[in-house]
């Protein structure tokens, strides 16, 4: 199948935009930290400068493959990732209590980032190919369910709850628009949450996440609401317009890893409310964008494939910025294209470009009759009807 028109222009430099801009973000949030412990407040700028090239490149890399190439390889693709994620349990390199990166020479990356993309092409491919049987239990839902509750469970080892949990969810939402039986779903659902919570409990630094998120804590006993209360007076010393490119007082060794996960309260004190909410809104175009791209997608594959990069952008922006406002337990999760560069950034910016290549191959659809905003919202909680495809 040939390409029926050019690239998403939009989308493509939107995201190279976010890329450049984190350059600004990542050196002013790590400048202090920087000249302290590397001796020169431009080196982790120089680091992260070339995960943005590299990213770039995988981008675009990624626009010009074929998309429909990966379909009858995702099991290996989800195979190799599974073996990845079982040598780094024994072989990995241990950070702060967790196995997470396997050091390749100079070079280490996270298995469970490429796990995560490996598991969206996987679940699509699945799901496009057992679409006359989607509602089997036996042949279709469990099939589907042993390789994410597989990835999960090895990620959930190293140990990484959050990158576990999300993996599911990113699961779920795949196959709710293939339109998997909701009973199937919820049932298993439940059941995550349970097992999952039982095994949050056998940590006591989890537990601690979740005693600091529900206010049983002090700002001095409690490492993790110290994180949470620092971001806070980040986005209170930023106010509305910001105090100012640079001259943010909390990543000065008072906000931990302002230059990574709480990379976005460092830019509400810089850009104030403005800038941050600009932020989201740039995001939200990127999702509107992707879900479009789903939409129109020439066949099932190309459709889950788009929506489940989609959505998992659209998870990680969230929970980001949920936990550096307060509204979530910390979970060690990176904004999107703006944190601190490293394997999330190249594995996120490639997925990206398997969906520009999804957007080259996009059926133009005759726009919707006008709605009231009643009959949207029934839309949006029920199943999009699967299309018949050519």
């Not at 196995?99 to 796990?115: D, I, M």
């Amino acid at each position: 199948m040939k390409p029926k028109r050019t690239a998403d222009l939009s989308l493509f430099l939107t995201v190279t935009g976010l890329l450049l801009a984190s350059l600004a973000f990542v050196y002013t949030a790590s400048a202090s930290f920087s000249a302290v412990k590397m001796g020169a407040s431009e080196s982790m700028l120089f680091n992260h400068a070339k995960k943005v090239f590299l990213s770039l490149v995988a981008m675009i890399v990624f626009t010009k493959m074929d998309y429909h190439k990966f379909e009858k390889q995702t099991k290996w693709i989800m195979l190799s990732s599974l073996l990845l994620l079982v040598a780094v349990l024994f072989v990995g390199t241990r950070e702060l209590g967790a196995r997470r990166w396997l050091a390749l020479g100079p070079f280490s990356f996270q298995p469970a980032e490429f796990a995560k993309f490996a598991l969206v092409l996987h679940v699509a491919a699945l799901c496009a190919a057992k679409q006359e049987i989607i509602g089997d239990f036996k042949k279709a839902f469990l099939p589907i369910m042993f390789w994410a509750i597989a990835a999960a469970a090895l990620i959930a080892k190293q140990p990484n709850m959050s990158t576990a949990s999300v993996l599911l969810l990113i699961t779920f939402g795949i196959m709710y628009v293939a339109q998997v039986p909701l009973k199937y779903m919820i049932t298993s659902g439940v059941l995550a949450l349970f097992g999952g919570g039982i095994f949050a409990l056998t940590a006591s630094y989890r537990v601690q996440r979740m005693l600091a998120f529900v206010g049983h804590h002090t700002t001095h006993t409690s490492q993790v609401a110290y994180q949470t209360d620092q971001a806070l007076l980040a986005f209170g010393n930023g106010g509305i317009f910001g105090v100012g490119i640079g001259q943010s007082r909390q990543s000065m060794f008072f906000l931990p890893e302002s230059y990574g996960d709480f990379i976005y309260s460092v830019i509400g004190e810089e850009y104030g409310f403005i800038g941050a909410g600009l932020l989201l809104v740039v995001f939200g175009f990127i999702v509107i964008r992707g879900v479009q791209i789903a939409k129109h997608a020439p066949d099932a594959f190309g459709r889950y494939t788009a929506f489940g990069i989609t959505l998992t952008v659209a998870i990680y922006v969230l929970i980001n910025a949920f936990v550096n406002v307060g509204l979530m337990p910390v979970t060690g999760l990176p904004m999107p294209f703006v944190s601190y560069g490293g394997t999330s950034m190249i594995f996120s910016a490639a997925a990206i470009g398997v969906l520009l290549n999804i957007s080259k191959y996009a059926v133009t659809l005759p726009k919707p009759p006008r709605v009231s905003f009643g009959e949207r919202l029934s839309r949006l909680l029920k199943p999009p009807q699967e299309e018949a495809i050519a």
